[in-house]
């Protein structure tokens, strides 16, 4: 029953360097997400997406992309890593709910810690 | 004025104790609520949805005031597994989910 995984759980990054951090679910879910939580804030959500080959962008997408070329896979690439993206990422998945909205309670991968030097 | 706001804390109580947190939103067109546990450098977890009418699970009650826009999470009989971040959780709508900054709770023997 593996719900969601991320892989890697950590990483240390070169200012510059690129990489991709993965996430796939098998709970069969529409929608998925990636936060990033930084010390003693709330999760700010990067970038959703409601089903294969439909993303969009949340409310700190600057330095990074997404592809969903899947239901189960919704991977976030860093192309220019940079000190501010030291952070811990969590991707997400929800069943769709209502309509077109994303109210249903959302299940967590265990995270990707970054450190970016 | 942030959208959702919670006390950071800590909440240092002793087993046994009653503790009671509350949270408070902006958006007045919020819609669904939520409350989600995180341990130490782990992933949140749901642990209870908020209901207009209110609603418990076990010593878990959480209530939805939205005159006064707050929710609030009581646990009864603290056990030191509660220890734990608590993040208030409110969809706006769409796909706006806010999230809390967390209250940490510290249960001790």
């Known amino acids: 029953n593996a719900g969601v995984t991320q892989t890697p759980k950590f990483r240390i990054l070169k200012i510059g360097q690129s990489m991709t951090l993965q996430c796939t679910q098998d709970?069969?879910?529409?929608?998925m997400y990636w936060y990033r939580q930084d010390p003693g804030m709330g999760l700010k959500l990067i970038y959703y997406s409601v089903g294969a080959g439909i993303t969009d962008k949340g409310e700190v997408p600057n330095g990074y992309n997404v592809s969903r070329s899947t239901t189960e896979d919704f991977p976030l690439r860093l192309e220019l890593a940079a000190p501010s993206q030291t952070s811990v990422y969590f991707c997400?998945?929800?069943?769709?709910?209502?309509?077109?909205?994303?109210?249903?309670?959302?299940?967590f991968g265990d995270g990707t810690r970054l450190s970016i030097l | 004025r942030k959208e959702v706001e919670q006390d950071p804390g800590p909440f240092n109580v002793p087993e046994g104790a009653t503790v009671a947190f509350n949270c408070t939103y902006s958006?007045?067109?919020?819609?669904?609520f939520f409350w989600y546990r995180q341990d130490c450098r782990k992933e949140p977890k749901l642990l209870m949805s908020v209901y207009s009418s209110g609603n418990e699970d076990g010593r878990f009650t959480a209530q939805l005031n939205r005159a006064s826009q707050y929710i609030s999470l009581l646990i009864r009989d603290s056990k030191l597994s509660d220890s734990a971040t608590y993040l208030c959780?409110?969809?706006?709508?769409?796909?706006?989910?806010?999230f809390g900054a967390g209250t940490r709770l510290f249960v001790k023997a």
């Open positions: 959780v409110v969809y706006t709508g769409g796909f706006k989910t806010i």
């Open positions: 709970m069969n879910h529409n929608y």
């Open positions: 958006n007045s067109a919020s819609q669904s």
């Open positions: 997400a998945s929800s069943p769709p709910g209502q309509g077109f909205h994303s109210n249903q309670p959302q299940h």
